[in-house]
C-alpha cells in the first residue's frame, strides 16, 4: 500500500474511513510496538498498540492539526506514551527494564555498525536515565522529529532539543567508558 | 565512534531500530474495524447500560405508585382529592369523579350540613342553594345524573327553608307576594334580588323539572314566576292548572304562600318535589305539604 499524506489519510479518519485508519494503524504499528517493547514484555506491547489505536479512534476528534505541533504521529506516540505508563502502573512497576534481548536488528551487512559496537551502544544507552532514554527512544525508535517528540513528552520542541543533545553527550560518555572497560 | 549527534543517533537507531517486518495481526485490524464501525454509529451500538435509566425509571415507577395508590384510595374512600391530582386521577383513567361533580357533591354535602344546623341560617342556606344550583347546572348530562336526585331533594328542601312562614288562613298576601313566586324562597329578601335568584334557579333547575312530572305544566308558571307578578302567582302553585284551582290555590295559597312560593320559584325542584307528592289541582296545598314533607 502506498502510503498517502499523512494529513490526508487524518482527513478521512475523521470520516470514520476504514481504510485511512488501517493505513495510519499499519503505517505506525512497528514503530509504536518497537516503542512499547522497550517497557512491557511483547503481549503487553501489542496489548498497549491496540488500546493506543482505540483511544486514537474514540478521541480522534480532539485531535487539532496544527503546523508545527507535531502532527498526528506526536499525538499518536503521546498517547501510547501514556498508555504504556497506565501498563506499568498496572504491572506495579516503572521504568525500564533490562533492554530486550530481541531489539537488535543490526545488519552486519550495512557495515554503518558492527554487532560489536550495537552491543556497546545498547549497554550505554542502559546507562542514561529514564527521561534520557524515553526522549532519544521517541527520536530513534519511533522516528519521531523533534516537534513530535514534543508533542509526545507535552514539551516545547526547543526544550525537547537540548535535552536530546545533553542525553547524547552522556551517550556518548557511556559509551567511551564502556568500550574502555570492554577493551 | 562518531562524534556528531546526528551520527550517533543514526547508531543508535540502528541499535534500537524495530524490526522491519512487524505487521498488525489480522485480528487487530480487524477490532480496528469496529472501533471505526462503533465511533461513526455504523456497528451495533452499545444498549444503554441499565443502570443509566435504572434511577429515572425507579423515580417513574415509584410516582406511578404512589399516585395511583393515593387516586385509588382516594377514589375508593371518597376522601377529598386535590383537584390536579384528580384531574390526572382522570386522564390514566382511575375511577375517579370529575371535578365539576366532585365540586357538586361537595357544594351539596354543604348545603345539606346548613339545612340540619339548627337553627338555621337562611343566608348560608340561600348562598349554598345557590353555590350548588350553579355546580349542578353545569355539570354534564352524565355527571348530573349522579346528583340530580340528590340536588333535587336538597334544593326542594332549602326553598321550603328559605320560603316565609305561613300566614293563617284567608290573610291578605304579603306584600312581596308578587315577586315570591318568581323569587321563590327568598320572599322577604329585597325585590330587586329576586328575580336574579330566580333566574339562578330557574337556569340549572330548568331541565331537571322538565324531567319531572311537573315540568311540563309549567314551563310559563316558571317563567311568570320568574317575570311577572301578581294574580300570576296563583298558578305556581296551581301547577295543573285551572282557574278554579288557581283560586282554591289562591285560598290556600296563604298556606302556600311561602311554600307554594316555593313551588313556583323554585319550579324545578319543586316541582319535582310536588309531582312526588302526588301534585294535580291539590298541588297548591299538597305542593306546599310537599315541600315539607319532601325534606322530611
Request: charged share 25%.
Amino acid at each position: 500500500m502506498a502510503f498517502e499524506d499523512s494529513s490526508d489519510l487524518v482527513v478521512r479518519a475523521r470520516g470514520a474511513d476504514r481504510d485511512a485508519w488501517e493505513a495510519l494503524y499499519r503505517r505506525a504499528y512497528p514503530r509504536l510496538l518497537a516503542y512499547a517493547m522497550r517497557r512491557l514484555d511483547a503481549d503487553g506491547a501489542r496489548d498497549a498498540v491496540s488500546e493506543t489505536m482505540a483511544r486514537a479512534v474514540a478521541n480522534i476528534g480532539r485531535y487539532r492539526q496544527v503546523p508545527g505541533s507535531g502532527g498526528f504521529d506526536g499525538w499518536l506516540f503521546g498517547i501510547c506514551r501514556h498508555v504504556v505508563l497506565d501498563a506499568q502502573r498496572a504491572a506495579g512497576r516503572r521504568g525500564y527494564g533490562p533492554p530486550p534481548d530481541t531489539v537488535s536488528h543490526v545488519d552486519p551487512a550495512e557495515g554503518l555498525v558492527s554487532a560489536e559496537e550495537a552491543d556497546a551502544v545498547r549497554r550505554a544507552f542502559a546507562l542514561l536515565s529514564d527521561d534520557d532514554r524515553e526522549l532519544l527512544e521517541l527520536r530513534v525508535v519511533a522516528g519521531l522529529s523533534a516537534e513530535e517528540t514534543a508533542a509526545a513528552l507535552g514539551r516545547r520542541a526547543g526544550a525537547v532539543r537540548m535535552a536530546q543533545s545533553r542525553a547524547l553527550s552522556k551517550l556518548r560518555r557511556f559509551l567511551s567508558e564502556v568500550e574502555g572497560v570492554s577493551a | 565512534m562518531t562524534t556528531r549527534d546526528d551520527e550517533l543517533l543514526d547508531v543508535l537507531a540502528t541499535s534500537l531500530g524495530p524490526a522491519p517486518d512487524a505487521e498488525p495481526t489480522w485480528a487487530e485490524v480487524s477490532q480496528l474495524h469496529r472501533l471505526v464501525d462503533t465511533a461513526a454509529g455504523r456497528g451495533p451500538r452499545a444498549r444503554t447500560p441499565l443502570w443509566r435509566i435504572r434511577r429515572p425509571l425507579t423515580a417513574a415507577l415509584a410516582g406511578v405508585l404512589v399516585f395511583g395508590t393515593a387516586s385509588a384510595a382516594a377514589a375508593l374512600s371518597g376522601a377529598v382529592m386535590p383537584q390536579p391530582v384528580r384531574v390526572a386521577a382522570r386522564a390514566v383513567g382511575l375511577p375517579v369523579d370529575s371535578p365539576d361533580l366532585a365540586g357538586a357533591r361537595a357544594a351539596l354535602a354543604r348545603l345539606r350540613d346548613a339545612l340540619d344546623h339548627r337553627p338555621l341560617e337562611l343566608g348560608a342556606i340561600r348562598a349554598l342553594a345557590q353555590d350548588a344550583r350553579d355546580r349542578v347546572g353545569r355539570l354534564s348530562a352524565d355527571d348530573r345524573a349522579d346528583v340530580e336526585a340528590e340536588a333535587t331533594f336538597l334544593l326542594a328542601q332549602a326553598d321550603n327553608a328559605l320560603a316565609p312562614p305561613p300566614g293563617p288562613l284567608g290573610a291578605p298576601p304579603p306584600e312581596t307576594r308578587p315577586a315570591s313566586p318568581s323569587g321563590a324562597a327568598p320572599a322577604p329578601a329585597s325585590p330587586s334580588a329576586e328575580p336574579a335568584d330566580d333566574g339562578g334557579r330557574d337556569q340549572p333547575t330548568a331541565n331537571p323539572n322538565q324531567s319531572g312530572p311537573g315540568s311540563d305544566d309549567h314551563p310559563s308558571g316558571d317563567d311568570q314566576s320568574g317575570s311577572s307578578a301578581g294574580p300570576s302567582q296563583s298558578s305556581g302553585p296551581g301547577s295543573s292548572g285551572s282557574s278554579g284551582d288557581n283560586q282554591t290555590a289562591t285560598t290556600q295559597h296563604v298556606d302556600n304562600s311561602g311554600h307554594g312560593g316555593s313551588d313556583g320559584g323554585g319550579s324545578s325542584h319543586d316541582g319535582g318535589g310536588s309531582s312526588h307528592n302526588g301534585g294535580g289541582s291539590a298541588g297548591g296545598s299538597s305542593g306546599s305539604g310537599d315541600g315539607h314533607s319532601g325534606p322530611g
